[in-house]
């Protein structure tokens, strides 16, 4: 079908047959009929993008933002006064592909607001994250696994409205929902901190705005939501409830300490 687009500049052909009074050469004024539909369906997917495209720029100004603010003393384990001790946001054994305390592991080190964050995911003994059908969604091992509150804390914000995202081959990132999130919780903790759950599963949150909750409550579901590359729970902690102009936090989890990607982890009692 793309390759079919490539075929509108031959109206160009018939613009010029018509220019030079060439009859033979008018008749691929036809092919207009495929740009204008390719424009408008240009047009359309572009104006469908916008709030993603939003999104993807307001990132950009609040990192310079944390930029100038942080300067040459960004936050990071040796200068963050840890108070608050959370626990992994989920139950059972997980597998965290992404995130830790140091660039190595790091989420998206190069960007402030999500440095410390993390992305969890269930890998069984072969390192796959599905059973036998790469393409369901319910064959994925974390797909519709409970997600918990990882402190006591204030629901401050919750969106619950995007569908799951379908899987692409080499688990390439797919997005058609305008927030990169997708369905998540946040959190207002003690001491000036909020944690945030994303891509979840439309219709699986429990809790509602202004709920308290407890540390262990089951809150949600694990989806697959927003700016994905498979079912994975995205957790991170900052020090305000913007996912753009504040940064993030380096998290001590209860009984464990610090953790790094790649690696397999759980709740310890």
Known sequence: MKKLFYLKWLFLVGIA??????????????????????????????????????QWLRQKWGQKY?????????????????????????????????????????HSWNLISQRYAYDFEIRDEDNKIYNKDFYDLNDNYCYGKEVIAPLDGVVVSIVDKFSDESMRLDRLANSSASDIR???????????????????????????????????DVIAKCGNSGNTNGPHLHFQ?????????????????????????PSNISNID
């Open 182 to 216: 997708g369905n998540h919780i946040i959190i207002k903790h003690s001491n000036g901190e909020y944690s945030m759950l994303a891509h979840l599963l439309k219709g699986s949150i429990l809790v509602k705005k202004n709920d308290c909750i407890k540390q262990g």
């Open 66 to 106: 944390l930029e100038r603010k942080y300067k040459n003393n960004a936050i990071s384990i040796d200068n963050h006064v840890f108070v608050n001790e959370y626990i992994l946001p989920f139950k059972g054994e997980w597998f965290v592909e992404y995130g830790g305390i140091n660039k190595a592991s790091s």
């Open 17 to 54: 047959g018509f220019l030079l009074g060439k009859d033979d050469l008018k008749v691929f004024l036809i092919f207009i009929i495929i740009f204008i539909i390719d424009f408008i369906y240009k047009y359309i997917e572009n104006v469908k993008a916008l709030p993603y495209y939003n």
């Open 237 to 261: 902690v900052s020090n305000g409830p913007s996912f753009t102009f504040n940064a993030s936090l380096p998290i001590k989890f209860k009984g464990i300490g610090f953790i790094n990607a």
